[in-house]
């Protein structure tokens, strides 16, 4: 299962986020016996690729001297050579495997996209609408909570290279572009998107005031991508200025809490990006008795881009206990692009009224 797990990732996940050195080195370890046991020992429910490439990646920028270190651009700066990269990675892996095999062990993927905030806009522009109340979000897995910062963000939304649509509040310091495919275009989001409170849940949130734990996020982020990794620095300064609230927990027992102290005048908005696939099939279900619970009391929005090849976004209404979800879009898992919906039939029943 492993191996297959590593042939999937060199032959679809790789190449459809671009990355040929992911792709080169998934494959190359499809076929190793040690480093396919070197990240076996990663824990329940994390992905075995993202997790050895990400152990080894943090070595690199921390510092560890290795030949490999010139088959990443984000720290050699160049074109990676063109010599096979496997063999070194493999060199690399054994000659440190205690650090690798302890990263593994005791770290976790939580990947911090803030271009997946090109998906969330539209749709917390459209939730605004309907309620005409400032947003009380929630993020379930918020690693280090950037993305509830959607709205300091500036964005660009292009089809065939021609902006379609802009927004942007204020002077931002994230810009964040996405590619319109197919017909259908997202709902240009109102002007102003008023945001009560950001609260996130996470088993692990990370401190991005701790230097080693923003290591541990880009380590995350694939070598190739030289303009995530500015995102995501220039994204973390923007806490200075707005500050969010992440809760250590398990949002599958934990979000009735959240959900309880939510004022009752804003519009109680839980969202997830990639991240519904960590928690076990009971603990979603949790999740979703939690809102339906809630939705009895007031109405609950929930924004969910998950899924795979590709993510499936979609927003669910619920009221007086039963849920409505309606797919809006099929997006990159990265954000780069966005296929949005026609928006005739697409909304079904999720739940009976309970």
Known sequence: ??????????????????????????AGVAGDGELLALAAQRQDGQP??????????YLLLRGVEHPLAAHYPILSGAEPPPEPAFPLFRAFCLEHREAVGELIVTRRTQTQVVRRCTCLLPVFGQVFREAE????????????????????????????????????????????EADLRGPGTPPPPPPEIPVASRDGIDLNPID?????ELLWLRALIWP??????????????????????????????????????????????????????????????????ALE????????????????????????????????????????????WIEWRNPQARRRRVRRRT
């Open 1 to 26: 299962m492993l191996r297959a797990a590593f042939e999937q990732f060199a032959r679809v996940e790789a190449p459809e986020l671009d990355s040929p050195t992911y792709a080169e080195l998934a």
């Open 293 to 336: 619970a809630r939705s009895r009391e007031r109405p609950v929005w929930q924004v969910a881009l998950e899924g795979v090849h590709p993510p499936s976004l979609t927003l669910t209404r619920y009221r007086d206990g039963a849920g409505e979800a309606e797919l809006l879009a099929r997006a990159s898992p990265h954000g780069w």
């Open 208 to 212: 991005l005031g701790d230097a080693d």
């Open 224 to 289: 190739e991508h030289m303009e995530r990794h500015a995102q995501l620095v220039d994204a973390a300064a923007e806490l200075k200025d707005s500050p969010v609230r992440l809760h250590r927990g398990d949002a599958s027992r934990d979000l009735p809490h959240l959900l309880e102290r939510v004022p009752a005048e804003a519009a109680l908005v839980v969202y997830s990006t990639i991240a519904l696939y960590q928690i076990p099939r009971e603990g979603r279900r949790r999740i979703t008795a």
């Open 133 to 176: 109340t400032p947003l009380a979000l929630i993020d379930v897995g918020a690693s280090a909570g950037l993305n509830l910062n959607f709205d300091r963000y500036a964005y660009r939304y292009r089809r065939a290279g021609d902006e379609i649509l802009r927004w942007e509040r204020d002077v931002a310091g994230v810009e964040l």
């Open 48 to 57: 075995a690729p993202n997790m050895l490439f990400g152990a080894v990646q």
